[in-house]
T-cell receptor
Framework: GQQVMQIPQYQHVQEGEDFTTYCNSS?????IQWYKQRPGGHPVFLIQ?????EVKKQKRLTFQFGEAKKNSSLHITATQTTDVGTYFC?????????????FGKGTHLIIQP | DGGITQSPKYLFRKEGQNVTLSCEQN?????MYWYRQDPGQGLRLIYY???????QKGDIAEGYSVSREKKESFPLTVTSAQKNPTAFYLC???????????FGNGTRLTVT
């Protein structure tokens, strides 16, 4: 399936610093979803973005969908130890006989107290 | 509580043996999926099913097989043809294609 590129692969921050992960696609996306996976756990759905230029907030998390619907970002303000984990973006891919969500490789957030 | 149950949590097998991973959901979701997760590779789609008695190959279906005889169940068989079966396997369901996924806790398969 089509691949979304996600950067950075790893991000080390001090507790209290901000964090941003980016997701980029070479084609226009119908929607994009974000998931969080805690160490040893399973991915948990955070949010879905559908509209061009859309911005959604969940407490300290801000999600953006680019105007051209080819990129998205997740920003965490003032990180806490509970934010540790891997953040994945995922796009719905249809074509070539395979439909389904295609995940980026994720950004591992490591927080130093 | 509604959810997805995968069993077992850990599974060990000898090379050359087939093994079946269980996935059951009581969310009344039509669509079910199997993903494989390897370190640094993210999640890769193995098989998906949008409706009972129908399923489609994902990106890495070779060496795997599935069935969807009931809406609630979507077992995955890892056959001896799968060259690198050791991985973390995640089952998921959704109300429909492109809808948010609900994941099970996963099964860690180790083949030696």
């Amino acid at each position: 399936g089509q691949q979304v590129m996600q950067i950075p692969q790893y991000q080390h921050v001090q507790e209290g610093e901000d964090f941003t992960t980016y997701c980029n696609s070479s084609t226009t996306l119908s929607n994009i979803q974000w998931y969080k996976q805690r160490p040893g756990g399973h991915p948990v759905f955070l949010i879905q973005l559908v509209k061009s230029g859309e911005v959604k907030k969940q407490k300290r998390l801000t999600f953006q969908f680019g105007e051209a619907k080819k990129n998205s970002s997740l920003h965490i303000t003032a990180t806490q130890t509970t934010d540790v984990g891997t953040y994945f973006c995922a796009e719905f891919y249809s074509g070539g006989g395979a439909d389904g969500l295609t995940f980026g490789k994720g950004t591992h957030l490591i927080i130093q107290p | 509580d509604g959810g997805i149950t995968q069993s077992p949590k850990y599974l060990f097998r000898k090379e050359g043996q087939n093994v079946t991973l269980s996935c059951e959901q009581n969310l009344n979701h039509d669509a079910m999926y199997w993903y494989r997760q390897d370190p640094g590779q993210g999640l890769r789609l193995i098989y998906y099913s949008q409706i009972v008695n129908d399923f489609q190959k994902g990106d890495i279906a070779e060496g795997y097989s599935v069935s969807r005889e009931k809406k609630e169940s979507f077992p995955l068989t890892v056959t001896s043809a799968q060259k690198n079966p050791t991985a973390f396997y995640l089952c998921a369901s959704s109300t429909g294609v492109s809808s948010p996924l609900h994941f099970g806790n996963g099964t860690r398969l180790t083949v030696t």
